[in-house]
């Protein structure tokens, strides 16, 4: 019997490029405001380096208006990234998900990776501290703790006072979203966001989920 269910959070409840276009925006008006420079032109250009790589976007962006920097600089525009009060919202199946799942008793929770700093402005704005029962910022645990490490699993299980195999993961991200929650007997699922970043990925069969969604609201029928 299944008595909670756990979300990873970017992807599978809000848009990382969502996020993404939120702190370029940011960034850019702060680029823009120092060296004169057209606001939009930079975001757009900004937006153009990232979908060809996402490496080293803010260094490519100054050499690409010719615009001399030291490493500081860098550091700078990171920490204005990763800082900034994002605008997010939830993908529209998220509420009435939660609300269903509330509605039968079952506790819900959130495993997520990323920087501290990054991820907690995405719980504060988004709310989730009063909408899930418990949340693990794998950051806070160490950064050798970041999925697919065992620990947050077996930790948010113990939180929410449950058995590892009363428990659904939904995740995005093949590469290390469900090998652990497979190997702990976790129900796995895996949700297809049409525009998610990890949609392509190729990877060995353990990886996988036991099961496969495209929208929330279709985990009604396993718990």
Not at 113 to 124: H, M, N, V
Request: with cysteine; hydrophobic share 40%.
């Amino acid at each position: 019997m299944i008595k909670a269910v756990v979300f990873d959070l970017d992807d599978t409840l809000i848009s990382e490029k969502q996020y993404v276009k939120s702190g370029f925006r940011e960034v850019s008006k702060f680029i823009s405001n120092k060296y004169n420079l057209n606001q939009e032109e930079v975001f757009n250009i900004m937006l153009q380096i990232f979908e060809e790589s996402s490496k080293d976007v803010f260094n490519r962006v100054l050499n690409n208006f010719r615009i001399e920097y030291a490493k500081e600089e860098i550091l700078c525009l990171i920490k204005i990234y990763r800082e900034h009060i994002p605008e997010i919202e939830f993908f529209d199946d998220v509420i009435p998900t939660l609300n269903k799942l509330r509605s039968k008793g079952i506790k819900i929770g959130i495993i997520t990776d990323g920087y501290k700093e990054t991820q907690s402005r995405k719980l504060e704005v988004l709310k989730c501290y009063e909408l899930f029962d418990e949340i693990i910022m794998t950051d806070e645990l160490g950064r050798e703790f970041w999925k697919p490490h065992e620990k947050a699993y077996r930790l948010i299980a113990e939180k929410l006072g449950v058995n590892l195999n009363e428990m659904i993961y939904i995740g995005d991200n093949i590469s290390k979203d469900f090998i652990s929650a497979n190997k702990l007997r976790i129900m796995s699922v895996c949700i297809n966001r049409h525009y998610g970043i990890y949609k392509n990925i190729e990877v060995n069969e353990e990886y996988l989920a036991m099961n496969n969604i495209e929208s929330l609201e279709e985990i009604e029928v396993l718990v």
